[in-house]
Nanobody, 113 residues
Framework: QVRLVESGGGLVQAGGSLRLSCVAS????????MDWYRQATGKQRELVAS???????KYVDSVKGRFTISRDSDKNTVYLQIDNLQPDDAGVYYC???????WGQGTQVTVSS
């Protein structure tokens, strides 16, 4: 069973940075494809960043140059570094193993302007 625990969210001023973490169990982060999703209030959950099993990183256009997805195989953890936070980045962030239909509780990101 895949279990994902996200953390690292918080209240940040626009232009600030956050690093989100996702500790996984039941899936090996180092060889799995992993995703980060974002769900703003009243909107659908959207995929914002992915890292494939081969290490290829993909981002939605709105976050390119500001978001960086990475992973630490020793800690079985996936990270999302968010720089130059914008108000539209606010929402609950979730990580997911691409090939598994399991979700964590998410971590809330709030951006003050």
């Amino acid at each position: 069973q895949v279990r994902l625990v996200e953390s690292g969210g918080g209240l940040v001023q626009a232009g600030g940075s956050l690093r989100l973490s996702c500790v996984a169990s039941g899936v090996i982060v180092g060889i799995a494809s992993m995703d980060w999703y974002r769900q703003a209030t009243g909107k659908q959950r959207e995929l914002v960043a992915s890292i494939t099993s081969g290490g290829l990183r993909k981002y939605v256009d709105s976050v390119k140059g500001r978001f960086t997805i990475s992973r630490d195989s020793d800690k079985n953890t996936v990270y999302l570094q968010i720089d130059n936070l914008q108000p539209d980045d606010a929402g609950v962030y979730y990580c997911k193993a691409t090939d598994f239909n399991s979700w964590g509780q998410g971590t809330q990101v709030t951006v003050s302007s």
